[in-house]
């Protein structure tokens, strides 16, 4: 129950495309999701969050959906650029404590 | 920079060694958690500390312990170690304000176990 399932493991892209991840989720306590971007050799950085609240949550060409009666949330990256090539992660929080990550994706855009 | 310092970058040891990692969090963060991060397990949760006392626990084995400081530093004891505690370790440190918990993560502690 305290699980977050991502997929897919691995996204190739190409340049002006759109990446699309998708997270579930089995808790309905948890109260915050955030995305958390990583580079090679850096620690994940927080890029958008939601609220359980709020069904869309858009910060630039970043866009988290959230779809509570399914238990699940994406985040699509409109017109993908070769710099946003990571890892990424989505996560599921329950009071601010006990943070849980899914597997993570590794984005690939392609140039 | 988020503000997170870890110590040490990298450190090689061997099996049945122990081994002590450091996190100094941002300015003002009263909460620390600890992660693992390996190839093929994404982030784990460890644990996490809560102005110095212990606040929620995730997959910690038994033989790794971990405190948080009235300075609120933290430290990360790995004990008996084993080829399969090889990985990065993070520290991400946060303010806690209810159920909005930006964490900011370290640069890590890549731990190799020979």
């Known amino acids: 129950q305290q699980q977050v399932k991502q997929s897919p493991q691995s996204l190739i892209v190409q340049k002006g495309g759109i990446s699309i991840i998708n997270c579930a989720y089995e808790?309905?306590?948890?109260?915050?999701f955030p995305w958390y971007q990583q580079f090679p050799g850096k620690g994940p950085a927080l890029l958008i969050a939601?609220?359980?609240?709020?069904s869309e949550k858009k910060e630039g060409r970043f866009t988290i959906s959230f779809n509570k009666s399914a238990k699940q949330f994406s985040l699509h990256i409109m017109d993908s650029q070769p710099g946003d090539s990571a890892t990424y992660f989505c996560?599921?929080?329950?009071?601010?404590?006990?943070?849980?990550f899914g597997a993570g994706t590794r984005l690939f855009v392609k140039a | 920079d988020s503000g997170v310092t870890q110590t040490p970058k990298h450190l090689i040891t061997a099996t049945g060694q122990r081994v002590t990692l450091r996190c100094s969090p941002r300015?003002?963060?009263?909460?620390v958690y600890w992660y693992q991060q390996s190839l093929d397990q994404g982030l784990q949760f460890l644990i996490q500390?809560?102005?110095?006392?212990?606040?929620a626990k995730g997959n910690i084995l038994e033989r790794f312990s971990a405190q948080q400081f009235p300075d609120l530093h933290s430290e990360l004891n790995l004990s008996s170690l084993e080829l399969g505690d090889s990985a990065l370790y993070f520290c991400?440190?946060?303010?806690?304000?209810?159920?909005?918990?930006?964490?900011?993560f370290g640069p890590g502690t890549r731990l190799t176990v020979l």
């Open positions: 991400a440190s946060s303010y806690l304000t209810g159920g909005q918990n930006e964490q900011f």
């Open positions: 808790n309905t306590a948890f109260d915050y």
């Open positions: 939601i609220r359980p609240d709020v």
């Open positions: 996560a599921a929080s329950l009071g601010g404590f006990k943070t849980i």
């Open positions: 300015s003002g963060d009263l909460s």
């Open positions: 500390y809560y102005n110095g006392e212990e606040r």
